[in-house]
């Protein structure tokens, strides 16, 4: 049993990602920023802390990670403005980086997108740049630091099913699109997988079960 906090704890996938976690026996420190969310994260046996780390010091998050084996970064800003895109995607998740690494945690992932990195080709005039360029400064930070860290990267979001199986971009993955479902059970599984430390895992829904394909 490891104590996991996951940073973003009311979002679709940190939802998913902790009611894997506690059902498997983890005990999982959701961070809210709206205390009005209590009750949807306590449904998945999950703890909620309200701790928004956006207005957060390094000092103050590492203050509430203290104590935890690992540290899941699954929040975001949303897109849309790109000043608060910077403060979130970027800005408090070096913080929480920094927190752990500060607080003694080993151990940190962090979600991205197929494809980020400082090359990303994402157009200044695009609205989605400011995001590409927040998760490629996050992504090298976290790579940087001396965290036993995993980026993991899946490509479009959606909504349907899990399968249970995904494809790699080592395997051939292109970049489609991959069930929330599925990302959730990636997360647990690269908690549950130490050999996963060191990589950045981008992938879409595919035809190998998800513990062979991070193998």
């Given at each position: 049993m490891s104590r996991i906090a996951v940073v973003g704890g009311h979002g679709k996938i940190a939802l998913k990602l902790a009611k894997i976690l506690t059902e498997s026996g983890h005990q999982v420190t959701s961070l809210i920023r709206n205390p009005d969310q209590t009750a949807d994260i306590e449904k998945t046996g999950a703890t909620a802390v309200v701790a928004d780390v956006e207005a957060q010091t390094t000092q103050e998050i590492a203050g509430t990670v203290t104590g935890h084996d690992a540290v899941v970064f699954a929040a975001g800003a949303g897109g849309g403005d790109?000043?608060?895109?910077?403060?979130?995607?970027?800005?408090?998740?070096?913080?929480?980086?920094?927190?752990?690494?500060?607080?003694?945690?080993?151990?940190?992932?962090?979600?991205?997108?197929?494809?980020?990195?400082?090359?990303?080709?994402?157009?200044?005039?695009?609205?989605?740049?400011?995001?590409?360029?927040?998760?490629?400064?996050?992504?090298?930070?976290?790579?940087?630091?001396?965290?036993?860290?995993?980026?993991?990267?899946?490509?479009?979001?959606?909504?349907?099913?899990?399968?249970?199986?995904?494809?790699?971009?080592?395997?051939?993955?292109?970049g489609a699109s991959?069930?929330?479902?599925?990302?959730?059970?990636?997360?647990?599984?690269?908690?549950d997988t130490p050999s996963t430390a060191g990589r950045m895992i981008e992938f879409d829904q595919g035809e190998t079960p998800i513990a062979d394909a991070l193998s």
């Open positions: 790109a000043d608060r895109t910077y403060a979130v995607d970027r800005d408090a998740a070096i913080r929480c980086i920094d927190a752990a690494s500060a607080s003694g945690v080993p151990r940190f992932v962090l979600v991205s997108y197929f494809g980020a990195g400082p090359d990303h080709g994402v157009s200044p005039d695009d609205s989605f740049y400011a995001y590409a360029e927040a998760k490629a400064e996050a992504d090298q930070h976290l790579k940087n630091s001396d965290l036993s860290w995993t980026i993991v990267a899946p490509s479009g979001l959606t909504d349907d099913a899990g399968t249970g199986s995904i494809t790699t971009k080592e395997q051939g993955a292109t991959v069930s929330r479902d599925d990302v959730a059970a990636v997360i647990a599984t690269v908690l």
